[in-house]
């Protein structure tokens, strides 16, 4: 194609070793542009040919192993820190209450087993083409998931689903781990007697999976890393959950997406292609 049709806005000089997005059959994608002058056998310039190149996948397992990295230093050597603390405690005898120093090393275990069974689903993603995808109630899948979870005591989870809600979607399994990290992440960072409500809607050929939640909103600092797509030594994603959802929504061809988040709750939304039955 000529360029103008690709990237009728853009001039030649911002593009050449550039990154740019582009949706074909409705997938986001990420290319790098190569650019190489084209000239005739005098030398004169004749034009120009740009080369875009797919690099999304590279990037997404970039992304994962620099996630991993972080992880691996820092929060589960912290977590196991103060495991040995806690453990030094019993063994010296300065525990005035063992059984209950013995209940929080419990409880910093079970969280360590979570995050490395989150970094074992993180690094079984495969990206999704959008090339195979099935036609796919979206309700259904909501409902199983529900169904699956232990709702801890005082958790209500309310549910609106529009019934005619088909997605075309890549892979079941990943959309059924993004909803799980994203009901499991509005329960815990909620206050007593979390609320949550799972919506299913179609909408302008789209079918929409909409999580709200009561709790005290998702900080800037998340909502950044999510947006930017990447981690820094200073700005960097406290957990795994809201990672490992948007990673899986997009394997299974739905694209995450931060509605509105506040003091009064938040609102994810996760798109995918409507499929007309």
Known sequence: DHISTVFPETALSRL???TVEGEPDGIR??????????????AQLT???????????????????????????????????????LADRIATGDADDPAAVAEQIQSKVEGVVDTSEKVRDMTR???????????????????TVVGRF????????????DDTAVAAIADESALATALWNLLENAIEHSDDDPWVRIRVESINGT??????????????????????????????SQGLGLWLASWSARAAG??????????????VRIDFPAVDC
Request: proline share 5%; with cysteine; charged share 30%.
């Open 16 to 18: 050449s070793g550039s």
């Open 125 to 143: 993603i495969e990206p999704s083409s959008g090339d195979d995808v099935t036609p796919t109630d979206l309700t259904s899948v909501a409902t």
């Open 47 to 85: 034009g120009y040919a740009l080369v875009l190149r797919d690099v999304t996948d590279r990037q997404a397992y970039e992304q994962r192993l620099q996630v991993a990295n972080r992880v691996l230093r820092h929060n589960l050597r912290n977590d196991m820190n103060v495991v040995h603390g």
């Open 254 to 267: 739905g694209e995450l997406t931060i509605e509105s988040t506040g003091d009064d709750g938040t609102t």
């Open 29 to 42: 994608r990420r290319y790098e542009v190569q650019m190489s002058a084209l000239r005739d056998a005098e």
């Open 207 to 236: 079918a929409c999976l909409r999580i709200d939640d009561d709790g005290p909103g998702i900080p800037v600092e998340e909502r950044e890393v999510l947006r930017r797509e990447t981690e820094t030594p200073l700005k960097h």
């Open 150 to 161: 232990d709702l801890p005591a005082g958790t209500t989870v309310e549910s609106s689903f």
